[in-house]
């Protein structure tokens, strides 16, 4: 903690000596964020070194959890558990979070980055180091910042996944079982998107998004801008013979700030192909950006998927 109060003063000081130069709002702003810098490099020291308490101090009490191929986390306790779980399956060696965009919106921030954490198992002496991108929901909470909601997902598919998950037998649940009252808006663009998986229309998926949006999707790499998100969702839409049998979209938890809703959204999905059938969940987080029109677009979204 010596060393975060020197860090904390060195980075006060190097704000003032630039105040000549910036706005008072861009100023606020770079202060927000160098502060949440130093919450996430203490996330990091207290998740390697499995220290429980410390990892949960950084978390709001109703805080949402999505997690890659683990079932959504609801808070505080639920998220607990998962870190007692993990650490027991885990001997962590090193964990660095790196925030690449500031999102203000509002009290607000999201913060949106990559990760590398690297580990051994209990049964077996390799280390094993995932890569990955994440997303912190940061609000400001007894005279400091907290996670209020955070999604994580790697850049390729992972051997073995069992070890990144916690042992339950909680499912994600149905749309009707969500308790929060949904906007119809949410809900409109919802059946919109089950219709775009359905028809596996690429071009209705596509124009879900703003031009400069970006898009986290599972196992893979960030698709920036339009010029990306075209053939990556042509593509995808287009991959194999499967047929939809069904599928439901649909929020768990929202939240209107000013332009923006943020948006935790979950799917379900039954498919099949010529000699099998099967079925795929996930969930993940939205920010929908008010347009001109009065229309929502997708301007960033993270999709995570459950391991069933």
Not at 37 to 58: F, I, P, S, V, Y
Not at 144 to 169: M, R, W
Not at 251 to 262: A, P, Q, S
């Amino acid at each position: 903690m010596k060393l975060l109060s020197m860090l904390q003063c060195l980075i006060i000081i190097m704000t003032i000596s630039c105040a000549g130069k910036k706005g008072p709002q861009e100023i606020s702003n770079r202060q927000i964020e160098q502060e949440i810098r130093l919450l996430t490099q203490d996330l990091d020291e207290k998740e390697a070194n499995a220290q429980l308490t410390g990892c949960l101090d950084h978390y709001a009490d109703q805080a949402i959890s999505m997690p890659e191929y683990q079932t959504t986390l609801a808070g505080r306790n639920e998220i607990e558990n998962y870190y007692r779980d993990i650490f027991k399956k885990q001997h962590i060696k090193t964990i660095r979070r790196e925030p690449q965009e500031f999102i203000h919106l509002a009290n607000t921030i999201i913060a949106i980055g990559t990760f590398q954490r690297a580990y051994e198992t209990p049964t077996k002496d390799s280390l094993i180091t995932l890569k990955g991108k994440y997303w912190h929901v940061w609000v400001p909470e007894t005279g400091t910042y907290h996670i209020k909601g955070e999604a994580f997902g790697y850049f390729h598919p992972v051997d073995n996944p069992e070890s990144l998950i916690i042992s339950t037998n909680q499912q994600q649940p149905d749309e009707s079982k969500i308790q929060m009252e949904v906007s119809f808006e949410l809900k409109a663009y919802n059946a919109l998107m089950e219709k775009g998986v359905r028809q596996r229309n690429a071009t209705l998926r596509v124009n879900f998004f703003t031009e400069d949006a970006i898009f986290y999707p599972f196992a893979d790499s960030a698709v920036v801008g339009m010029d990306q998100l075209k053939p990556y969702l042509t593509a995808y839409s287009n991959r194999g013979t499967v047929t939809i049998d069904s599928v439901s979209c649909y929020t768990f938890n929202f939240e209107k700030l000013g332009d923006y809703i943020l948006e935790y959204a979950m799917f379900k999905v039954k498919w099949r192909l010529t000699d099998r059938t099967g079925r795929t969940e996930g969930k993940g987080i939205r920010i929908w950006k008010r347009q001109a029109d009065g229309s929502l677009r997708l301007f960033r979204e993270i999709g995570t998927h459950n391991y069933l």
